[in-house]
């Protein structure tokens, strides 16, 4: 099979997955316990405004028009009204979203920044100091919780030194860089510590092949060798292992925006957990579950491009 | 020639490290009275706010509470949290991916079309997701978890499975007409496992630090149980002038993540040793 066929039979895969989500997001409003129209305003919603929205969902009618309705609705990108903000979802997107993905791009840029040099640097000096101490802060990059690390800077960076701001987002673009650059270093700091450890041990093995001796033997440059032989082939597996940390950081942003004030998706999810804002819930679950599909299958198809040895199947 | 396990032990450093780490906290856990004098939950409004101490030698937070008396106390939950949520999900994802690569066939592909459901929410979005519909608290905060956790499990082991069941000993045993339940348990099982239970010690530290930022988010563990993502969340407010209440909690967590971690680096080097 063809990388493009396989490329289009996961994309088919994905179809039924997504429809799966969707009916999962429709039902746990109604799986909520008491009135879903109650569920959705809140307590403190008027009678007539229940009313309303009980005829809205339908939910007179049979679960599977129900569904149909909220399935027209999500066509139309109507996803209802948050109560916290008395404003259409797809407005809090549309200023939320962009943070989000601002902040995740800013991590990953880090990740880079701070994990390419130290796995190369460990798995060239094995057992050596250098790699003893790379090791070391993989360690504690795994251990340390990220809503401390992200605590622990602010308190240093921001509290003290004064070098950034503590809370929020700033007004202009310039501002707005300033806070990005420790919630992204705070959710890399966890994501490189892996990173790293990948990189380390694809360094170490490849080391040990053949065609590296080869290379060396032939009277190839050291510098050449590093980089056309060794580092480009450790970072086949490393990007793929990038493209899926991706989605943690993703992921991560619940509690990184969280601990930092900003005012992304992630910050959102929680807040409207709290205050019970359950359309705003539905809509920023599936929006969670589209970036993953869609990052996974471009990984997928990263990775054959990368490895052109890779038949995708 | 056999060894000795206790020297096994001995001679695999991060084990032999990672295992004290952990014993120590077992303690904590077990007799928190041994480590503190103080009440975690009780209040004390002449001790509000107060720096390290030979008195408090973590200092107090802002009602008064010792946090080192709360980390103490805290620590049981804690390591409940990383044991309970790995457990049930490494036992739930092992028998579906035992049935999953042993059938195969239909029921193959329909636990892994339900895999393919659960593995597109990333964590936290997934587990919080699950704690709005159940609401937020310890019991809901184990049940969502137990929720996310296993698929890993299951993608191992069915991934061996599907593997070793080809082998000639099963094919052996399937004609001296062993039963189905027997064949899995006693003879795939013991062969697929051990993946998993290295996995198991790295996903261990996963779930406390879940568990912890779950309950740092204020949607696992209520204040005022003592529990280490609660009580820096509780520092949030005085970043500026009580560094104690946030630092000294998450230093634990480290600690405790270092132990877990290095149990299971050195498990799986054991593994790597035996395999060779």
């Known amino acids: 099979m063809n990388n493009f066929s396989y490329v289009l039979k996961r994309f088919l895969q994905m179809i039924p997955v997504f429809i799966i989500v969707t009916v999962l997001v429709f039902l746990m409003i109604r799986l909520i316990p008491g009135d879903p129209a109650r569920v959705i305003l809140g307590e403190k919603a008027p009678l007539e405004k229940l009313a309303a929205k009980r005829v809205e969902m339908g939910l007179d009618k049979p679960l599977i028009v129900q569904f149909g309705i909220y399935l027209k609705d999500l066509v139309h990108l109507n996803f209802g009204e948050s109560i916290r903000y008395n404003q259409p979802v797809v407005e809090l997107l549309k200023v939320r979203l962009p943070v989000t993905l601002l902040l995740t791009l800013t991590s990953m840029f880090f990740t880079v920044l701070i994990s390419i040099p130290l796995g190369y640097l460990a798995g060239m000096k094995k057992d050596k100091p250098a790699d003893q101490v790379v090791r070391g802060f993989s360690l504690f990059g795994l251990s340390a919780p990220s809503f401390w690390v992200g605590m622990i800077l602010l308190m240093i960076f921001s509290v003290h030194l004064k070098w950034f701001p503590i809370n929020g987002w700033g007004a202009d673009w310039g501002d707005r860089l300033k806070s990005l650059i420790l919630p992204g270093l705070t959710s890399a700091i ?118 052109p040895r890779v038949t995708l199947q | 020639m056999k060894i000795d396990p206790l020297q096994k032990l001995m001679q695999n450093k991060s084990l032999l490290i990672g295992s004290i780490i952990v014993l120590f906290l077992v303690v904590l856990a077990i007799v928190p009275s041994l480590f503190t004098s103080y009440d975690p ?138 039963s189905d339940g027997k064949i899995l348990f006693r003879h795939i099982l013991p062969n697929v496992v051990s993946n998993s239970i290295v996995y198991g010690a790295s996903d261990i530290v996963m779930c406390i630090l879940a568990g912890a930022s779950m309950s740092f988010l204020g949607l696992g563990v209520q204040l005022p149980t003592p529990e280490w993502g609660a009580i820096i969340s509780g520092g949030r407010a005085y970043l500026s002038t009580a560094w104690w209440i946030t630092v000294f909690p998450g230093v634990l967590l480290i600690i405790s993540g270092l132990g877990f971690s290095l149990i299971g680096d050195g498990l799986s080097d054991l593994l790597r040793a035996e395999d060779h």
């Not at chain 2, 079309?113 to 609401?135: C, E, K, N, S, T």
């Not at chain 2, 937020?136 to 061996?160: C, D, H, P, Q």
Request: glycine share 8%; charged share 15%.
């Open chain 1, 190 to 307: 966890g994501v490189s510590a892996l990173i790293v450890r990948n990189l380390r041990n694809n360094i170490v093995d490849i080391k040990q092949m053949d065609y590296v001796s080869f290379a060396k033997s032939k009277g190839v440059g050291r510098l050449r060798i590093c980089l056309r032989h060794i580092i480009r082939n450790a970072l086949i597996p490393t990007t793929t292992l990038l493209a899926l940390k991706f989605l943690s950081v993703l992921g991560g942003s619940v509690v990184t925006e969280t601990v930092f004030n900003l005012p992304g998706i992630g910050s959102l999810l929680v807040n409207s957990i709290l205050a019970r804002d359950y359309a705003v819930v539905q809509c920023l679950v599936l929006i969670f579950v589209v970036v993953v599909l869609v990052v996974n299958l471009l990984t997928d198809i990263l990775y054959s491009v990368l490895d």
């Open chain 2, 41 to 178: 939950i009780a209040l004390d409004p002449t001790a509000i706010l107060e720096p390290p101490s030979a008195r408090h030698i973590m200092g107090t937070d802002e009602y008064g509470r010792d946090i080192w008396s709360r980390i103490v106390y805290g620590t049981r939950l804690d390591l409940l949290i990383g044991v309970g949520a790995m457990i049930v999900p490494m036992i739930m994802g092992t028998a579906i991916g035992l049935l999953s690569g042993y059938y195969g066939g239909k029921l193959d592909s329909l636990l892994m079309r339900i895999l393919d459901v659960f593995m597109a929410f990333p964590y936290y979005v997934l587990a919080i997701g699950i704690v709005a519909i159940l609401g937020a608290g310890t019991k809901n905060l184990f049940i969502a978890m137990w929720l996310v956790g296993w698929k890993e499990y299951t993608r191992l082991i069915r991934s061996e499975v599907m593997v070793v069941k080809n082998m000639e000993y099963i094919q052996a045993a399937k004609s001296l007409g062993y």
